[in-house]
């Protein structure tokens, strides 16, 4: 079975806490396994589309999180992704490792 790194849920929230008032880039990723070859993923610029995927998103389905002040990488599961950004003007890509 293949492992996925999945951080706890006190990590994510204070991380998730720390700048989302000040982020002006957020990419949300497709969780999986370093074995896995491809995920999807999608990248957001626009700051008001950033913050009414903040308003919706439920902290306990983000796995991984990487901040800095500005910018955000969030890992969720497939499912998750698929449903922050439907219905928004968002294109979503497929990363080849």
């Not at 491809?38 to 008001?48: G, T």
């Not at 983000?62 to 003007?89: A, C, M, P, T």
């Amino acid at each position: 079975m293949n492992k996925q790194l999945i951080m706890n849920n006190r990590q994510v929230e204070e991380k998730f806490n720390r700048y989302k008032d000040t982020v002006i880039s957020l990419t949300i990723w497709e969780n999986q396994p370093i074995e896995v070859d491809s995920v999807y993923y999608c990248s957001i610029r626009n700051k008001e589309l950033i913050q009414e995927i903040f308003k919706e998103i439920d902290v306990r389905e983000i796995q991984r999180i990487y901040i800095s002040e500005k910018e955000y990488d969030i890992h969720v599961n497939k499912k998750y992704l698929f449903k922050l950004i439907k219905g928004k003007n968002v294109k979503v890509f497929n990363s080849m490792y």
